[in-house]
């Protein structure tokens, strides 16, 4: 799986001019699944995503999770993070899961975030949505999970 955390001030993902999942301090958590991801690949994302230490200490170093802080999670689909730029000048996203195992596994990728975690926010997959937020840092991270061999 593929993701990238945006640490927030503030989150949210309006669908039709209507919000339909909103943060205030945590992580805005955009989310690919891929054609190799399981379950179980999912549930690791999850807990990356909680352990990893992206909020300032009290002395100003990043050493404490959104967990730590109390932080809410803003998680989204986003399936063009799978871009294959290679060939030329239009994206390919073939790299991304097909439709269903997509959704299926961004659902357990929220399943697995609202039972260690609150609050838990989200878009809707595959809709047109329009994501604002505040980036805190700014601080922008990159993850791969993939499956052992």
């Known amino acids: 799986m593929i993701a990238l955390l945006q640490r927030v001030a503030s989150a949210r993902v309006d669908i039709a001019g209507e919000t339909v999942g ?5 992580l805005l958590v955009l989310v690919c699944a891929e054609p190799a991801d399981t379950p179980a690949t999912a549930a690791r994302l999850v807990d990356k ?9 009290e002395a100003g170093k990043m050493n404490r999770s959104v967990v730590d802080v109390g932080g809410g ?3 989204v689909s986003q399936f063009t993070l799978a871009a294959d730029t290679r060939g030329g000048n239009r994206p390919s996203f073939s790299a991304a899961a097909p439709p269903a195992l997509g ?3 961004y659902e357990e990728v929220l399943r697995c975030a609202r039972e260690r ?10 809709a047109d949505m329009q994501v604002h937020l505040v980036n805190d840092g700014p601080v922008t991270i990159p993850l791969r999970i993939t499956d052992p061999d």
């Open 22 to 26: 909103a943060i205030d301090r945590g």
């Open 49 to 57: 995503v909680l352990k990893l230490r992206v909020f300032a200490d």
């Open 73 to 75: 999670l803003l998680v």
């Open 103 to 105: 959704q299926a596994l």
């Open 117 to 126: 975690h609150a609050p838990v926010a989200c878009g809707h997959f595959g």
